[in-house]
């Protein structure tokens, strides 16, 4: 499946200055396993060393939170819009 994934201008740097890309896969995991031949480093930002979805960032499918859904491996259908957008906290 093909998807979109928009990122905020803050992290464009992990698509080297760009806020948008096209990705492959049949999974919010698939697609950043695909984004990472091309952008190496990406997952590292993305996904910790246990396999799971870094604390500091929300992942959206077409605005629903993967986390209310089946986290990395939420289905991906062609035209989705993937967007990452990182935690922000206050005080």
Known sequence: MSATLILPGSLSKWLNGKNETQCQGNTVSECIDHLEKEYPGLK????????????????????????????????????????????????
């Open 44 to 91: 590292d930002k993305v996904i910790n060393k246990n396999g799971d979805l870094n604390n500091d960032i929300f992942i959206f499918i077409n605005g629903d939170n993967i986390q209310s859904l089946e986290q990395l491996d939420t289905k991906i259908k062609d035209g989705d819009e993937i967007g990452i957008i990182p935690f922000a906290a206050g005080g």
